[in-house]
């Protein structure tokens, strides 16, 4: 674990099925805890002995941030022409249970909303609805 911000980090976000996103696993190569995040996690994370959770500390709150900003760009880049729902689906409907997941929520949201991420759908026209963000 080096904490390093080149470190590799990935994001798995589910293509939306019709029903509700499932909540996903942060991973250090192998599975973690659940976050009540609706994607994946793969990090150079700081973990527990047991591996059932991350410890709340200054390289796992990089990992966030840096987390946090490639998925506002993801969001923005693909859009709701590739993904038909508003990235706050992906943040999940329940507030996680660990501390440490929760600020992550929020620092996910801070990041779609300082980018400008259509997030809130709107009606636009009758019966049809577009993504808006209010930044």
Request: hydrophobic share 45%; aromatic share 8%.
């Amino acid at each position: 674990s080096t904490g390093d911000n080149q470190a590799p980090l990935a994001l798995a976000l589910p293509v939306p099925g019709g029903g509700p996103l499932a909540p996903q696993r942060a991973f250090a190569t192998l599975p973690l805890c659940h976050t009540g995040l609706a994607f994946a996690i793969n990090a150079d994370w700081d973990v527990s002995a047991s591996r059932d959770g991350v410890h709340e500390n200054s390289q796992n709150e990089n990992v966030i941030s840096r987390a946090a900003v490639a998925f506002a760009q993801a969001a923005g880049q693909l859009g709701s022409q590739l993904i038909s729902i508003s990235p706050l689906q992906y943040l999940g409907d329940h507030i996680p249970l660990q501390r440490f997941w929760r600020r992550a929520r929020e620092a996910f949201l801070q990041a779609l909303f300082a980018a400008g991420v259509p997030c809130i759908p709107v009606e636009v026209d009758e019966g049809e609805e577009q993504l808006f963000a209010d930044a």
